[in-house]
Each structure stands twice: as structure tokens, then as C-alpha cells.
């Protein structure tokens, strides 16, 4: 099985600050990844797909970017409504597709 | 605006069935393909298994032997039934719409979830 693995697992950050979350794969899934944002009791929420796709109606300020087993989600201002948690998912193996454990992004 | 809801009980004793349903509006359940997932108390999210429009499933292996997955293209609704429940399955349920765009896959509208409690 392939394994995802995201850091950190939380942090702390103000807004307008730039941060960046690494997903690492547990072997080369290419660009087969998505990153999620998702606030408690709402929907998950698509950003990015196929690592570097931004979904229609999300923000330029959310970056994706890496391949083979090394991602980032790069959010170059954060927002007040940024502050949530966010997951990658790889779509590699048939059927889709592991999810990271993770990382919660609190206000600072 | 693609919408789902998911509907069933809050509450399930040991070892009975779960059945839950997703209701899909603002688009046509026979297209794209449906998926289950759920996120325990504290923990990540974790993929059930998929419906695709052809009737086909996937499961996840670590649950295979206990779900089912069905759709109901008449009614716009696709279900989750999951037996043997224990207090491990006890977590929030996702249904969500997947996407394919060539060999890239994508879960793009997701229901808000629904909390499912296992007690007797």
C-alpha cells in the first residue's frame, strides 16, 4: 500500500504569512495527487489536482507543485479563512487513494 | 450546483448493519462515479469504497468483507451498508462525487458529512 505522510502535522501561523505543506509518498506516484481543505462541519474542499491543477473557483494564492514522491501546498498569503485542515490524496493506485494523516493550520 | 446529502441513523448497537444513503442534486448520478469516506474522532480521512456509472465497485481492502456500495439511478441516490459494525467504525461519513479527467482522479463535490455513533 502506498503510505502518505504530511508536515507538519499542525501549525501556527498570522495572516498574510506564506507557508508550505509537504506530502511525501511512500513510492513515485508521478503527479497523481489532490489536496483537500476542510473545516469542521463543512464539506472537504478541492484546491489542487494532478499536484499542480488548481480546481475552478479556488484562489491563485494556492500553490501545488512537486512530483514523483514530494509535494507541496504552498499558500502564499493566508487569509482568515484559511485556517482549517488540509490533506493530500493520491490517486495512483486503483482504487483511489490513500489520504495523508493531515495538517491543521491555526491563527497564530 | 452539484449538492449531496447524506441521510441515515446517528446511532447503530454492535454488530448491526449501517445503511446510509447520499442524495445527489443538480446533476445525474449516471455519470462521474460515487464514493464513500469517513473520518474517525481525531483522525484522517479514509477511503469506503466507489460506485462507478457502469455498476461497478472498489472497496477499500481493510473493508471489503463488510461493505457494500449501491445505486439507485431512478431516485439519484447512491447507499453505504457497512455490517459487523464495532465501536472502531464510529466516525463522520463522507459521500463525495469523483471526477475523472484522463487517468486523474479527483473527489469534487463532497457532501457535510454525517456522524455515525456505534453503542449499545
Known amino acids: 500500500d502506498i503510505q502518505m505522510t504530511q508536515s507538519p502535522s499542525s501549525l501556527s501561523a498570522s495572516v498574510g504569512d506564506r507557508l508550505t505543506i509537504t506530502c511525501r509518498a511512500s513510492?513515485?506516484?508521478?503527479?497523481?495527487l489532490n489536496w483537500y481543505q476542510h473545516k469542521p462541519g463543512e464539506a472537504p474542499k478541492v484546491l489542487i489536482y494532478?499536484?499542480?491543477n488548481l480546481q475552478n473557483g479556488v484562489p491563485s494564492r494556492f500553490i501545488g507543485s512537486g512530483s514523483g514522491t514530494e509535494f507541496t501546498l504552498t499558500i502564499s498569503s493566508l487569509q482568515p479563512e484559511d485556517f482549517a485542515t488540509y490533506y493530500c490524496?493520491?490517486?495512483?493506485?486503483?482504487?483511489?487513494?490513500?489520504f495523508g494523516q493531515g495538517t491543521k493550520v491555526e491563527i497564530k | 450546483q452539484v449538492h449531496l446529502q447524506e441521510s441515515g441513523p446517528g446511532l447503530v448497537k454492535p454488530s448491526e448493519t449501517l445503511s446510509l444513503t447520499c442524495t445527489v442534486s443538480?446533476?445525474?448520478?449516471?455519470?462521474?462515479?460515487w464514493s464513500w469516506i469517513r473520518q474517525p474522532p481525531g483522525k484522517g480521512l479514509e477511503w469506503i469504497g466507489s460506485?462507478?456509472?457502469?455498476?461497478?465497485?472498489n472497496y477499500n481492502p481493510s473493508l471489503t468483507s463488510r461493505v457494500t456500495i449501491s445505486v439507485d439511478t431512478s431516485k439519484n441516490q447512491f447507499s453505504l451498508r457497512l455490517n459487523s459494525m464495532t465501536a472502531a467504525d464510529s466516525a463522520i461519513y463522507y459521500c463525495?462525487?469523483?471526477?475523472?479527467?484522463?487517468?486523474?482522479?479527483?473527489?469534487?463535490?463532497w457532501g457535510q458529512g454525517t456522524l455515525v455513533t456505534v453503542s449499545s
Open positions: 443538480g446533476g445525474s448520478i449516471s455519470t462521474y462515479y
Open positions: 513510492q513515485n506516484i508521478n503527479t497523481y
Open positions: 490524496q493520491q490517486t495512483y493506485s486503483i482504487p483511489p487513494g490513500t
Open positions: 463525495a462525487r469523483g471526477r475523472a479527467s484522463g487517468s486523474y482522479r479527483v473527489f469534487d463535490f
Open positions: 460506485i462507478y456509472h457502469s455498476g461497478n465497485t
Open positions: 494532478a499536484a499542480s
